[in-house]
């Protein structure tokens, strides 16, 4: 089994920024894919970052291109979130993933093992 662990949520203004942590412990996967995911209130889970293992590969959703960026540090099996230029649109409980198998997909069916999520909330 593999845990995931996020941090750094919280209450921020628009226009503010935000880091987000995901420790990942247990049977830590080679070549694992780590993805950002977010959920607000009465809608889907939405894809927002991944990236994988070797950091070489990256994809944002539409709606944070240019605003997030996502890393990872092997060494500490953490990946990070900067959210930066926050909108009260980005307001959501953020949920970290990863699957079994290498390669990044976007739909939630394709990870395996979640986070229990860090609510985000962006005021005006």
């Known amino acids: 089994q593999v845990q995931l662990v996020e941090s750094g949520g919280g209450l921020v203004q628009v226009g503010g920024s935000l880091r987000l942590s995901c420790a990942a412990s247990?049977?830590?996967?080679?070549?694992?894919?780590m993805a950002w995911f977010r959920q607000a209130p009465g809608k889907e889970r939405e894809f927002v970052a991944a990236?994988?293992?070797?950091?070489?590969?990256?994809y944002y959703g539409d709606s944070v291109q240019g605003r997030f960026t996502i890393s990872r540090d092997i060494a500490k099996n953490t990946v990070y979130l900067q959210m930066n230029s926050l909108k009260s649109e980005d307001t959501a409980v953020y949920y970290c993933?990863?699957?079994?198998?290498?390669?990044?997909?976007?739909?939630?069916?394709?990870?395996?093992?979640w986070g229990q999520g860090t609510q985000v909330t962006v005021s005006s």
């Open positions: 993933a990863t699957r079994r198998t290498p390669g990044i997909v976007r739909t939630p069916k394709g990870y395996d093992y």
């Open positions: 990236i994988s293992w070797s950091g070489g590969s990256i």
């Open positions: 247990g049977r830590i996967l080679f070549n694992y894919v």
